[in-house]
DNA sequence: AAATGTATTTTGAATTTCAAACAATAATAA
DNA sequence: TTATTATTGTTTGAAATTCAAAATACATTT
């Protein structure tokens, strides 16, 4: 097996084990799956239009405005409208969405520290040089 | 920003890229997001029953009835049974099941050769080890 | 043989999604 | 200005996906 084989397959493994922990700490909360990425999406990049969600999700704005939908009943989003332009709905989250927002983030921060806990500190500072320029260059 | 919070921002980046690059390959064929992860258990793993197909897949029995349903239909999956316990389906990738599995091993090794590209040779074995750790460790 | 355990399927309900049609507003062209 | 075209977001109807719980069919243990 050559490197690039064994790199395929264990970025592989790392994908579904990180979707599978995602899930399950997803799971534990009261959100589904589409509002929790939402509330992710708006937590990271603040308020925004139907169409930028949209975007960001990787669906179609009629699934995000069932999303939001949820999301309002909830009372962790709300929609507001601009004087710009009165077809944009502007989603923004509630302070109970901030807070969910926040507690997804420490989990996710906590499981970048066990990852520390097993790795070196030069490894982590690799690790961080060799995603963002993964990122930067093909996502 | 500390160095751990930046990498769990470069992290769930990565994570978000890499899922939307799967998914939109994946809407590019004749699968379903689940049928597909299904067909990359079963390719990657081999010939597995039921319940150890619902563990790697991380959803219910029921659903993966339904999966493996669609997958036999479809002709890219059969069940056969065992002369040990006649409780047990055993789900393999038909002649279509392996085509499919290939081509959709080949995209991930395609993917693999880009970041290859952006990287130097040093930084892929960098990788390589970290996740290999990682994946032993954590997930 | 009876009770218990296990693997899988079925069922019913909720969620998630999309494409297409629609409504409201904005921008552009005549 | 007025008509046309483009954009933003919602609604609708259908299909896919999922789960929990009940049901089924075997196996194992007592």
Redesign the pocket.
Known sequence: MTPIEELTDELLLFFNGFASWESSVIRSSDL????AHAIEALGQHGTM???SLAAKLG????????????LETKNYAR?SSTNE?????LISLTEKGIKAFEEHHRFHLSLTEQMRACLQEEEIQQLLNIIKKVNREIF
Chains 1, 2 share one sequence.
């Open positions: 589904s799956v589409s509002e239009n139907m169409k669906v179609t704005t009629g699934t995000t405005t069932v999303t939001v939908d949820r929609r332009d009165r077809r944009v709905n």
